[in-house]
């Protein structure tokens, strides 16, 4: 009797000195130092007995006395501090018109992204017909190969202007970011609310409607609310927490089925015809050295920025640019004289930006043009 | 044999090698023709059985190879040339300037992406930034703005994380239909590697972070300006500044000289040529964050912030790039691939051979971490007969991959991003 008593006592110790360690081996945890859950219902390891999910820590307390580095300047925050926020918030003096953002648009924009936003060879569209009725289409699925599927570009998905702002303030023409002014900026932003028919004050925009700092909060896309969860304002935090806490909310499963999980055979769905196998480069298995590349020169620098960075427009005359091996275009454009050639291309024409957009030197820029030349001779 | 036997032997080879080195050095005018003599010296009948690569003498293993001089810093075999990145005109625009390149994960193994094929992603190219002339700028919402150099950054204490970095559109293009006849193109919008650098809040420690900093804006210094907005919680848990891939600098296209690491979350947030971060009471609604890395459900309404790469797995062999051709009816071979969570640690993964009808639990081999690939394997003998293999992976969050049809059901077919059905192909 005694002696299976005892043995009952050690098996019970047996067993809490294993959950203990168990317990120390998954340190994993649903809610953060502060008390709350976690924000993306995932899984945190806070740090016990100096690991984190396995990962040795340095916990010495002299760690909170590190610091290098040196105050920003107000000039310096001032340089960078470069967002737009939806409240308004780094939006700068300036403003410009429906009609100026038309004709900047067609100098610096039209050559990638078409006439009127309407996008197209991989550039995104900026519009698609009217913003409000385009945003209806958000609900659309296309489950049959020829039904219609949503439209989401600036007009009829984007939640606010300001985005758009930044966007082309700090990332656009995309060749040659921040080189437009703050007046630029907003004509084009004004010319691409009104090709998406977006009302200000229910209007549609005039071709003499100026943007400005003041009017710009003015705009209310037509897919403000379209999207969850809702980040803005000071329960921001809280809603994201709350939605990530519920699986439903963006098709998390719990369940694992293991037999018999469906009846019938499984529905094989295939690839149509060949499917996406334009792979550059090509697959392959093979254990080979490379083949050699045909008429390789070696250091063509000429042909390799004009690969990377003319051929875009120049490889066909679809942006009314000179393709390069149409000899009739070169000639004419030769008429001119080659030094004129170097001026325009170094200060830009019609569509093409200065120097198509790179940053060559002119020696270089003439090089690449020389280039250009001789392969359509 | 015992020790003093075979250390006398060894002693009689190199006896024998110096021997023949100072044959060759008497003779190095002659040595082409000596070898030639060698083989006549002892003629052997090669049989048809014969394995010439193993009966007749290689080129290289008759003659010197390179000095350690040679390519200083180390580069595949010639013959792995076929193992690379590899884009598609559907995935690019910008003139491949805002495009991508997809990892082959036909030929990993391991957990660890080698540098030069972690998958790439840009929206402005791949920029060649001065390490000496980049800062990282660390202001509003705190009480004490801060430059660091790169030199100043580094001095402080480091941590290395083995975390996978996954494009959210992985998988993505497959919504409505497979399209892909390609396991690289299917699902190798992902890389895996040990990440060395800073935990952010460690950096903020010193600098007063105000009560009202909700967010965080992290901003690349590259020609995109790319941004994306962070909420505090994942900054003060495990977000970092890093500047070490696998024991080496960041390379050009994963963000050097520093990016920032979210582990497990969307590989966008893992923002590029990081140069600014600022804090703020309201979310910032960038670029990124509007037609795109937004996920578009059925009900017509879009998932924003959509943060983890839910749990996901993929089967590396057999794949379309490396079928089963050589098998032949009762070899027993090993299905392997990989598995991983955004949302935590991978507990396990189930094997179905019948498209999902029923399942077996696979092993799991080694390191199985927070965040990171983790390695699966399954033995199976086969039988020579089409199969078709779907992997299902779960983690310690309690999420198990969905079926396609699960998550078509949930959420639609237009979501473009976080796709993680588990999802068959014919094995044969």
């Not at chain 1, 149409?326 to 325009?344: F, P, Q, R, T």
């Not at chain 2, 660890?112 to 992603?121: A, E, K, Q």
């Not at chain 2, 990081?274 to 309201?282: G, H, I, Q, T, V």
């Amino acid at each position: 009797m005694f002696k299976s008593y005892h043995k009952l006592i050690s098996v019970a110790a047996m067993l809490t000195l294993t959950s203990v360690s168990a317990i120390a081996a998954s340190d994993a945890s649903r809610t953060y130092e502060n008390g709350k859950k976690v924000i993306d219902g995932g899984m945190i390891y806070p740090v016990k007995n100096g690991q984190t999910a396995g990962y040795y820590l340095n916990t010495q307390k002299a760690y909170k006395d590190i610091k290098f580095g040196r105050p920003a300047t107000a000039n310096e925050m001032k340089a960078w501090d470069i967002d737009v926020m939806y409240d308004g918030t780094g939006l700068p003096e300036g403003k410009g018109s429906v009609e100026e953002g038309d004709e900047i648009y067609e100098a610096k924009c039209a050559s990638c992204h078409f006439d009127f936003g309407a996008g197209g060879s991989g550039y995104p569209a900026l519009q698609q017909g009217n913003a409000y009725e385009m945003q209806k289409t958000l609900m659309l699925q296309r489950l049959k190969p020829d039904d219609d599927g949503p439209h989401r570009n600036f007009g009829s998905y984007w939640p606010y202007a300001s985005t758009l702002f930044w966007y082309i303030k700090t990332g656009m023409p995309h060749p040659a970011p921040m080189t437009l002014t703050n007046d630029e900026t907003y004509a084009l932003v004004a010319y691409i609310i009104s090709i998406n028919e977006i009302k200000i004050d229910g209007e549609e925009l005039d071709d003499d409607f100026v943007l400005s700092k003041d009017n710009f909060l003015k705009i209310v896309m037509p897919n403000k609310d379209g999207f969850v969860p809702k980040i803005e304002g000071k329960d921001g935090l809280e809603n994201t927490r709350k939605f990530y806490d519920n699986p439903k909310n963006f098709g998390g499963n719990k369940e694992r089925c293991m037999k018999d999980c469906f009846k019938g055979e499984p529905k094989v769905a295939r690839i149509q015809g060949v499917g996406i196998s334009e792979y550059a480069p090509p697959l392959s298995s093979k254990k080979e050295k490379p083949a050699k590349k045909e008429g390789a020169t070696g250091g063509n620098e000429a042909k390799t920025t004009y690969d990377a960075s003319c051929a875009v427009c120049h490889a066909t005359d679809a942006m009314g640019a000179p393709a390069v091996g149409d000899k009739k275009a070169w000639v004419s454009v030769l008429k001119k004289g080659i030094d004129k050639v170097y001026e325009n291309g170094i200060k830009g024409i019609n569509g093409m930006p200065p120097k198509g957009g790179t940053a060559l030197d002119d020696a270089k820029f003439k090089a690449v043009v020389d280039y250009m030349i001789k392969a359509s001779k | 044999m015992n020790k003093s036997i075979s250390a006398s032997k060894s002693v009689e080879t190199a006896t024998e090698q110096l021997g023949r080195r100072n044959f060759f050095k008497k003779t190095a005018a002659y040595s082409v023709s000596a070898l030639a003599a060698a083989s006549v010296i002892a003629p052997v009948k090669v049989k048809a059985e014969d394995d010439p690569a193993i009966m007749e003498e290689q080129p290289w293993a008759v003659k010197w190879g390179q000095p350690v001089t040679y390519n200083l810093y180390g580069q595949p075999s010639a013959y792995e040339s076929n193992v690379t990145r590899r884009t598609t005109e559907l995935l690019s625009s910008g003139n491949m300037r805002a495009s991508i390149a997809v990892t082959p994960l036909q030929d990993l193994s391991g957990i660890i992406t080698p540098n030069g094929l972690f998958f790439n992603r840009h929206h402005g190219g791949t920029p060649d930034i001065d390490p000496n002339e980049h800062r990282l700028m660390i202001h509003g919402l705190v009480e004490k703005p801060l430059v660091l150099t790169m030199d100043q950054l580094k001095r402080y204490p480091n941590v290395s994380r083995i975390h996978f970095i996954e494009c959210p559109a992985n998988g993505g293009p497959e919504w409505r239909n497979p399209q892909f006849p390609s396991v690289q193109f299917a699902k190798g919008f992902m890389s895996c590697a040990e990440w060395t650098g800073v935990y952010i809040k460690d950096i903020l420690k010193d600098l007063g972070l105000k009560p009202d900093a909700k967010w965080m804006l992290a901003e690349g210094g590259d020609s995109s300006h790319m941004g994306r907005t962070v909420p505090i919680d994942k900054v003060l848990d495990d977000a970092m500044i890093v500047w070490g891939q696998n024991g080496e600098a960041l390379r050009p296209e994963q963000g050097y000289p520093i990016r920032l690491l979210v582990p497990g979350w969307e590989g966008n947030l893992c923002v590029k040529w990081l140069a600014r971060l600022e804090f703020a009471s309201e979310p910032y609604y960038c670029k990124e964050e509007t037609a795109k890395y937004t996920a578009l459900r059925k009900d017509g309404k879009a998932i924003q912030h959509f943060y983890a790469n839910e749990v996901n797995s993929v089967i590396t062999s057999p794949c379309p790039e490396k079928p089963w051709t050589d098998l032949k009816k009762g070899d027993t071979v090993e299905i392997e691939g990989l598995a991983w969570s955004g949302m935590g640690t991978i507990e396990g993964v189930d094997i179905s051979l019948d498209g999902g009808k029923n399942w077996v639990e696979a092993s799991l081999k080694g390191l199985v971490l927070n965040r990171a690939w983790t390695r699966f394997s399954f033995i199976h003998k086969y039988d020579g007969k089409p199969l078709f293999l779907s992997s299902r992976a779960r983690d310690d969050a309690g999420y198990v991959q969905p079926s396609v049809k699960q998550e078509r059901d949930a959420v639609g077919v237009e979501g473009v991003y976080h796709r993680n059905g588990w999802c068959s192909h014919m094995g044969n």
